[in-house]
């Protein structure tokens, strides 16, 4: 059977804490999308382990782990992050890490492109990650990229990148920022026969494994309004990050898909460009800024804070169809008097409220929010380990967000380490 984990709005924090959790009771953890735009902490026995481009199941002696085709992969950043995690003590990650020939390449040629057309768009870019996302998944959908399994099996594999780079080198005017393709195309032929033991194909290997009965668990990337369709578009990441874009770059038989977990913050955050209804850009965005230590886990930038949506999380819930959700950091909130939560967008124009989510991101960033707001708990959660211990305010504010979504609060996250979570 195969459990999902999806991040709800714009990068919930939580998703390698919970499979992390949850990767003790699976025999493979899988990543379906996103490349090494990821950032996935997770505190364990006092060390903190930062996953861009390998599952977090990793970290489990028993978890087998999967780079499904729907991702891209930097063959550079596969090897640095196993010797990171080799480096820390992880027990024999080498036999229990996987990835499908599958895979589209995530390059530096495309890493150059991405940077240099975020240049170009300047005050109006998207603030990507800048680790080339966006090129490698449109040249795959352009057809001109090249799969690891043709790194593996073409010798003329090069060619494609080198028609690559001409092309770029057409569209930005000779210059890639120093790029230099020749040295590309060696170090990749160098790591050829260091990543043959690790390339299978993610038909056999998943079709395999479904048929013994294994547990699946599949760690979302991103959140789901970065999706390429339904996110707040073009503000979003390349790839669908919401249950089709699962579906699509994983081979999981459909009837063997029991559950879906959405990740969801108690505040909202986002790095990047794009409109965010709830941003606070006074003392309160500061406040939970501060105290969440929100930094963007790829590239250091300050997230952008303000109070929860419930707009934006329950059209996530209508595209994603949650089973359960992790509530996480609620500890954040233990010192503010009050607590406040998005529940309708008015019409800026006509002050009628909206049905819906807007795909316009001109719209969404002019809409009039309507706030409910509750009393603060002002007590510490840290490290509560059973609900009812939780102040009545904290479970009132839990309570509100299940009624208001529908969807059953079944993990609470009170604290950045892996024991911090609370199980209803
Ligand atoms: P992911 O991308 O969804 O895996 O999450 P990130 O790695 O981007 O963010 C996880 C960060 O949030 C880590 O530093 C965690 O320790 C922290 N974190 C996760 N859950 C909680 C929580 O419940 N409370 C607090 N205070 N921090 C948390
Ligand atoms: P995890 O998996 C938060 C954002 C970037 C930018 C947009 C496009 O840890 O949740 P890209 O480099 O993907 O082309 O950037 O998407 N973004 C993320 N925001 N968490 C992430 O990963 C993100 N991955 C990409 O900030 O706004
Ligand atoms: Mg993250």
């Not at 991103?222 to 770059?249: C, E, I, K």
């Not at 941003?279 to 929860?308: A, M, P, Y």
């Not at 009132?396 to 996250?413: A, N, P, Q, R, T």
Request: glycine share 10%; charged share 25%; net charge negative.
């Amino acid at each position: 059977m195969a459990t999902i984990v999806l991040g709800v709005q714009w990068g919930d924090e939580g998703k390698g804490k919970l499979c992390d959790i949850l990767s003790s009771e699976v025999q493979i953890c899988a990543r379906a999308t996103g490349g090494r735009n990821c950032g996935h902490t997770v505190v364990t026995n006092g060390v903190s382990y930062d996953f861009h481009m390998l599952p977090s199941g990793l970290l489990h002696p028993e978890t087998t782990n999967l780079i499904g085709p729907g991702v891209v992969l930097h063959v550079p950043t596969f090897f640095s992050e196993l010797a990171d995690v080799e480096a820390k003590g992880v027990v024999n990650p080498q036999p229990r890490l996987k990835v499908s020939t599958r895979c589209a390449l995530n390059l530096d040629l495309h890493t150059a492109a991405d940077r240099l057309r975020e240049g170009q768009l300047g005050s109006k870019n998207i603030g990507t990650t800048g680790r080339g996302i966006g090129p490698s998944y449109s040249s795959k959908a352009e057809r001109s990229n090249v799969l690891l399994g043709d790194l593996l099996d073409d010798e003329e594999f090069g060619d494609r990148i080198r028609a690559m780079e001409r092309d770029y080198k057409l569209r930005f005017g000779g210059d890639l920022g120093g790029y230099d393709v020749e040295k590309e195309i060696k170090e990749l032929e160098a790591y050829r026969e260091r990543i043959r033991p690790f390339s299978v194909d993610d038909i056999e290997f998943l079709e395999e494994a479904q048929n013994e009965g294994k547990k699946i668990m599949i760690e979302g990337a991103q959140s789901a309004l970065l999706d390429n369709t339904y996110g707040t578009w073009p503000y979003v990441t390349s790839t669908s990050t919401t249950f089709g874009g699962v579906m699509a770059g994983l081979n999981l038989n459909r009837r063997k898909v029991d559950t879906v977990i959405g990740v969801l913050k108690a505040y909202c955050t986002r790095v990047g460009s794009g409109p965010f209804p709830t941003e606070d850009f006074g003392e309160i965005g500061n406040k939970l800024q501060e105290i969440g230590h929100e930094f963007g886990v790829s590239t250091g930038r300050r997230r952008r804070c303000g109070w929860l949506d419930l707009v934006s999380a329950q059209y996530s819930h209508k595209v994603n169809h949650y089973d359960a959700l992790n509530l996480t950091k609620l500890d954040v909130l233990d010192t503010f008097e009050e607590i406040r939560v998005a529940v309708a967008y008015e019409h800026p124009d006509t002050g009628e409220t909206i049905k819906g989510f807007p795909a316009s991101a001109k719209l969404l960033s002019r809409v009039q929010v309507v706030y409910k707001t509750f009393k603060g708990w002002n007590t510490k959660t840290t490290s509560t380990a059973k609900y009812e211990d939780l102040p009545v305010e904290a479970r009132e504010y839990i309570e509100f967000i299940e009624d208001f979504l529908g969807v059953k609060i079944v993990w609470v996250g009170c604290g950045p380490k892996r024991d911090d979570i609370l199980v209803r």
